[in-house]
DNA sequence: CTTGTATCGAATTATAAGTTCGATAACTTT
DNA sequence: AAAGTTATCGAACTTATAATTCGATACAAG
């Protein structure tokens, strides 16, 4: 990729992330991420389709991380031993989260938060699907996965929002809270 | 209250009501709702600050529904017994937000269904505090509120946007699913 | 060196929100 | 019924921000 566009586009990302650490996505304009990338207006837009679009780009990086197997240096879990259950996924998702800390208050904070738990859900949806146990007595299991997953996004959102709890400790709130897990 | 006033004013929310029937609230423009309620510019903003504003007004009129003590005609229940447990609350919930099936999917589809579910959240944290065991294992009592009521308000959600369930199937969803209130 | 591509940025277009104000019509009071 | 008050109308205006255009300039790569 030429150096060029490789430059421009850390510049953007860079200034949208630390933006974000500051005011939530509702209140950023194109104008501040362009002065404060320093770049041309156009070339923001030879970029990205629509402020949106940024937004859309920085959930996916953020996902690719969240979502990715190789596992992240937790403290007190070895997941080096090959079989992970539903805990270990989630405490596992949950650090990768915590990296990401800075900016994700900003994206969940206020009206917009929307963009990021619709694309985040949908990720979840797949994770989720084959994690839920097979059997439901009296409910849907349409009904569960949406329970399950928007429940996670939310303690995430949560988390964010609130004071620090180590991962560890959400993980247990979570799976206290959404009992629904196979074994 | 002067007939004029009134007669605005309904024309208004009728309008309005009706727009949210065949698209989302970010796609309203003020411009529609003056057109569709057949009123002047500045009449419209004589009566309401912003837009959000009117939504604000539109959920208030809602929630004083479905948090009215007043018994619903329920087919399946007798509420008269005087004592209501937390089932009986949802289904009385439910019942209420039912009759406002057909505006409520235009403001619970697509992204600013936030403002509504920000509000509704308020009204259902007042409720729920109450109700909620008093003891809570391993969980922080803040996390389980916030747990319960942003599940009932997803659980609205999901209902508004699939296939019709009765509303004391849904309680029975929703209590099987967060199983964390008092007797 | 030459050719293609990225960047710059000022000017422009598009869209929608919210404001102003004078004229007119509808209510209220005396 | 006349006088006074308040609501409505609506066109024109302001403001805010997103997104587009395009010619000039700078950089990269064969």
Chains 1, 2 share one sequence.
């Not at 699907?129 to 007595?137: F, M, R, V």
């Not at 928007?150 to 303690?155: G, H, I, Y």
Request: charged letters at 30%; glycine letters at 4%; a negative charge.
């Amino acid at each position: 990729m030429d150096r060029r566009q490789a430059k421009t586009r850390k510049a953007v990302m860079e200034a949208f992330t630390n933006l974000l650490e500051h005011k939530s996505y509702g209140n950023i304009t194109v104008q501040e991420i362009i002065d404060a990338a320093d770049i041309g207006r156009s070339t923001f837009y030879a970029h990205f389709e629509t402020k949106d679009d940024l937004l859309r780009v920085l959930c996916e990086e953020i996902f690719s991380h969240v979502f990715s197997e190789k596992p992240h240096k937790e403290k007190t879990h070895d997941f080096s031993s090959g079989t992970y259950g539903m805990a270990e996924k989630v405490t596992h998702m949950l650090y990768q989260l915590d990296d990401s800390r800075s900016y994700l208050r900003g994206i969940l904070a206020g009206e917009s938060s929307d963009i990021f738990m619709r694309y985040f859900r949908e990720h979840l949806t797949e994770i989720f699907e084959d994690a839920l146990q097979k059997k439901t007595k009296k409910i849907p299991r349409d009904y569960l996965l949406n329970h399950a997953t928007q429940s996670f996004a939310e303690t995430v959102r949560w988390w964010m929002a609130h004071g620090k709890y180590k991962p560890e400790e959400l993980c247990t709130f979570y799976m206290e809270a959404v009992p629904f897990f196979a074994d």
